[in-house]
């Protein structure tokens, strides 16, 4: 098992690396959607979610 992981060392540590960055992407994304900031292009009146995207007020 040992002499597999130094066989493979290289790309173990490619893959965490990735799996970090997704993570981090994920995490911008919903901290953005929780402050109400949206990724949009704003042209809401042909979108069919303008509805829950942007609440009435």
Do not use: D, P, Y
């Not at 994920?26 to 009146?45: D, V």
């Amino acid at each position: 098992m040992l002499q597999w992981i130094c066989a493979n060392l290289g790309t173990i540590l490619i893959c965490i690396a990735l799996i970090a960055v997704i993570a981090l992407i994920f995490r911008s994304l919903i901290r953005q959607h929780k402050q109400g900031k949206a990724s949009c292009g704003c042209n809401c009146a042909h979108c069919a979610m303008h509805e829950t995207c942007h609440s009435q007020k």
